[in-house]
């Protein structure tokens, strides 16, 4: 049955990686994860708290899987090299957070450029959607099932289309809300940032 | 799960948030802060809790940037009580002045002194003390491992990127007659769990958002990590937010969502988070990481924490926010004397139920 299924990647093993990675699990996807070393450094913890997630190296990870969560600091995603993802559809589930990315947010996204749609311009031969990010780790791993909302956002119709199947699967709500531009609002200080939700509260906060 | 209640530990932890007086309702100065804090921990030793922690920050809503100096003040006029810090910075900090702190703190206190590492809540130490912030990691993986050496070594050889290279030395005063007691903090980055049993260390579980039960994980992997390490599972503890007032959840309620939510919107601002929630809120005091309510609602609440998890040790963090002076008191007051006998009244009487 696992089959017939994405194969979801991710890169990052941390808080949020791990949590993505178990919600895949308990809908029968077939998961690949790394961190940033040796796949070794994470099977232990892979074996406990995402048990069945294949650890590996992340360009096998990538390569390996259909669609790519980026689960690693926002400050980090540029040590991976872009043709890797080339033809990959890929989720950006993160977020600037200045007490690890560095106090200059400008860096990372500005008036101009949301921070989804700097990860896009670097990964030019890929799709990007964004989601998974406005959520706390702890929320997503114990609310899924709760009518709670995922907000995502992007282009092209066949990855929101994947990625609104993800967010339905994984147990959560999905909310589309525009193009890469529109995830201002999901960014820090954005409306959306940190929004647990049902699709009652999430109008509300978008005065919908 | 069965629960050895005569060896559960309880601790009372503080960040140091300054108090408002309970006249004027206006906030203490940092002097006035610091004195009652004193008192606290003199009362919470007369009052026969296991241990005090206090954490170590560098903002203005707190008034312990220095929690050592103000254990040094407690080693002096306790007895009984452990004393800890919870948790300190450990990589902005010099793991050979750590030593000789925890050791001049054991000495004074006959031996009561106690250590929590981590992270912590924020990260205003590094610029602070002139590290980056990038280099947090590899900061602590090579603290803590020349920390371990000289807790457990008599000399001490050590050289590494980050830190200060070492030839042959034995930092004084010793610490003696045992080893001290290492927990770290952890909020729920699989890494520090397994540093944690890499180490043997104890495992304090920071629980500040959402349900208890979520971090059974980190447990197994803490049990399952020492198993493969071959080392000794220390402690598990948890460390959560709470209020407590005689009879009157409700009482208890209204502090909590003056005082612990302006502490926690106060963070948010500086993260991008939104305000919390009424629902926010009212979920973590139902059954989230907020002990808030009467002495039967936050025994119950921690009760079933302490059963779910098999923990070992359960620390409530008082005075979130700030809070009058006197109900700081009575949550010291009520949880010594009240909240924890029936703590173990209602573990007791689930373990002759099982
Ligand atoms: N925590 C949350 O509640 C939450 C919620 C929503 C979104 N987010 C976002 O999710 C991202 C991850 O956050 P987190 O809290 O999970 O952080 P975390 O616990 O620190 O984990 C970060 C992970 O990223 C890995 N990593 C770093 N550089 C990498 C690289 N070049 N290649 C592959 N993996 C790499 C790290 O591996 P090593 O340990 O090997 O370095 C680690 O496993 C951030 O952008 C954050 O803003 C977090």
Redesign the interface.
């Known amino acids: 049955m696992k089959m017939s299924k994405l194969i979801i990647g991710i890169v990052g ?3 949020l990686g ?1 949590t993505l990675a178990k919600l895949a699990l308990d809908a029968s996807y077939q998961v690949n994860i790394a961190g940033s070393k040796d796949p070794a450094k ?1 099977t ?2 892979t ?3 995402a048990p069945e997630a294949q650890p590996m190296y992340t360009r096998d990870v990538i390569e390996k899987s259909d669609i790519i969560f980026l689960a690693l600091p926002l ?1 980090k995603y540029q040590n991976i090299d872009a043709k890797w993802f080339a033809g990959k559809t890929v989720v950006d589930s993160m977020n600037y ?4 990315d ?1 106090k200059t947010s400008n860096y990372y996204y500005d008036e101009q450029q949301t921070s989804s749609e700097k990860v896009q311009a670097y990964l030019t031969q890929s799709v990007v959607v964004k989601a998974f990010n406005h959520m ?4 997503l ?2 609310m899924s099932h709760q009518q709670r909302v995922i907000v995502y956002a992007g282009t092209d119709e066949i990855a929101l289309a994947k990625v609104k199947q993800l967010i339905i699967d994984f147990g959560f709500v999905p909310y589309y809300i525009g193009n890469l531009h529109a995830t201002s609002q999901l ?5 959306l ?4 939700e049902d699709m009652i ?1 999430i109008k509300k ?1 978008l005065n919908k | 799960m069965k629960i050895d209640v005569d060896k559960l530990r309880f601790g009372l932890d503080t960040f140091g948030d300054v108090a408002y007086n309970d006249t004027f309702h206006t906030k203490m100065s940092y002097r006035e802060s610091l004195q009652n804090i004193i008192k606290e921990g003199q009362l919470a030793d007369q009052l026969g809790l296991d241990v005090i922690a206090l954490g170590e920050h560098h903002r203005e809503e707190y008034s312990i940037s220095s929690p050592e100096v103000v254990l040094g003040a407690l080693a002096s006029t306790t007895k009984n009580i452990h004393l800890s810090t919870g948790v300190t910075v450990l990589s902005s900090d010099d793991p050979v002045r750590l030593y000789e702190r925890f050791a001049t703190i054991d000495g004074i206190s006959d031996g009561r002194a106690e250590i929590i590492l981590g992270r912590g809540s ?2 205003e130490s590094f610029p602070l003390f002139g590290y980056d ?2 280099d947090y990691n590899d900061l602590f993986v090579e603290k803590v491992g020349l920390f371990n050496d000289l807790i457990t070594g008599e000399h001490v050889d050590w050289e590494s990127k980050h830190v200060q290279k070492l030839v042959n030395v034995r930092p004084y005063p010793r610490i003696e007659g045992h080893k001290l007691p290492v927990s770290i903090g952890v909020g ?4 520090s ?2 540093r944690t049993a890499y180490y043997g260390y104890s495992l304090m579980l920071a629980i500040i ?3 208890a039960s ?1 971090f059974a ?2 447990i ?2 803490y049990k ?2 020492a198993e ?1 390490y071959g080392t000794k599972v220390g402690a598990i503890g948890v460390h959560s937010h709470g209020i407590i007032t005689e009879d009157d959840d409700d009482e208890a309620y209204n502090i909590g969502w003056e005082y612990i939510r302006n502490s926690m919107d106060r963070v ?1 601002l ?5 305000k919390m929630t009424k ?2 809120y009212d979920f973590e005091v139902i059954k989230g990481a907020y002990y808030v309510g009467s002495v039967e609602t936050v025994a119950k609440r921690i009760a079933q924490t302490i059963s779910e998890l098999g923990l070992d040790r359960f620390d409530l963090v008082y005075g979130t926010g700030g809070q009058l002076e006197k109900d700081r008191m009575r949550t010291i007051e009520l949880y010594a004397t009240k909240v924890i006998p029936r703590v173990k009244e209602i573990l007791q009487e689930a373990n002759e139920n099982e």
């Open positions: 093993a941390g808080k791990m994470i232990l913890a074996s406990v708290l400050s957070w200045w007490e690890i560095g706390g780790y702890h929320d791993a114990s960014q820090p200080g954005g409306v940032f940190g929004a647990n509260g906060l | 924020f990260t912030l990038k729920g980055t699989p890494e769990v397994l958002a959402g349900e979520r994980p980190y197994e992997l399952k990590a493969d948010g500086d993260r991008g988070w939104p629902e926010r």
